[in-house]
């Protein structure tokens, strides 16, 4: 049982490069969501998804895009990046908040 | 916006002790759902308790604890037998719809 899958697990990027984060599970879970960890700050909400076909934003949306076309893929864009993305990236599904969720290994991204 | 404290950036302890993470948290909501997660130096997020906020009775997951007082908005995790193992970062998190609100968490040392 896979869980949830992150790939990349580390990225390097020049700033102004677009890339896609990509986040897969295989539990079957409505709920999926990406969050951004910066030290001291805790993990932080980008953007979420309630199902396929359906997103919305978190607290922390500009420069991010998703979408989910099935139930299975939450991919995160970098439209253009800059170092103030420079963050560890986690994917998160549930199939609910009351069972928690899970989460990815993180990807971490350094924008130089 | 909705905000969780946690007040403590770094505390240690000796295996074999007892220790108390601190969290506070707002809400306006009557019922809603709290959680400790675990990060250990692999990165990956671990659930450790849960506590649903309409129960009364504090959870508990064999060495671990949480001391909810609802109308002073605490939630506290108390780890009981420290062991080496439990070295790591600590987020306490509030469920918001289907997601997360963090907290900036505590990292947790354990010294032999």
């Known amino acids: 049982n896979a869980g949830v899958t992150q790939t990349p697990k580390f990225q390097v990027l020049k700033t102004g490069q677009s890339m896609t984060l990509q986040c897969a599970q295989d539990?079957?879970?409505?709920?999926m969501s990406w969050y951004r960890q910066d030290p001291g700050m805790g993990l932080r909400l980008i953007h979420y998804s309630v199902g396929a076909g359906i997103t919305d934003q978190g607290e922390v949306p500009n420069g991010y895009n998703v979408s989910r076309s099935t139930t299975e893929d939450f991919p995160l864009r970098l439209l253009s990046a800059a170092p103030s993305q420079t963050s560890v990236y986690f994917c998160?599904?549930?199939?609910?908040?009351?069972?928690?969720?899970?989460f990815g290994q993180g990807t971490r991204l350094t924008v130089v | 916006a909705q905000t969780v404290t946690q007040s403590q950036p770094e505390m240690s302890v000796q295996e074999a002790e007892t220790v108390t993470l601190s969290c506070t948290y707002d809400t306006s909501e009557s019922n809603y759902y709290l959680f400790w997660y675990k990060q250990p130096p692999s990165r990956q997020m671990i659930l450790v308790i849960r506590q649903e906020a309409y129960k009364q009775q504090n959870a508990t997951e064999n060495r671990f604890s949480v001391n909810f007082q609802k109308a002073a908005k605490s939630f506290s995790l108390k780890i009981s037998d420290s062991q080496l193992g439990d070295t790591a970062m600590y987020f306490c998190?509030?469920?918001?719809?289907?997601?997360?609100?963090f907290g900036p968490g505590t990292r947790l040392s354990v010294l032999p």
């Open positions: 998160a599904s549930s199939a609910g908040l009351i069972r928690g969720a899970f």
């Open positions: 998190a509030r469920g918001y719809g289907q997601n997360f609100v």
């Open positions: 539990m079957n879970h409505e709920y």
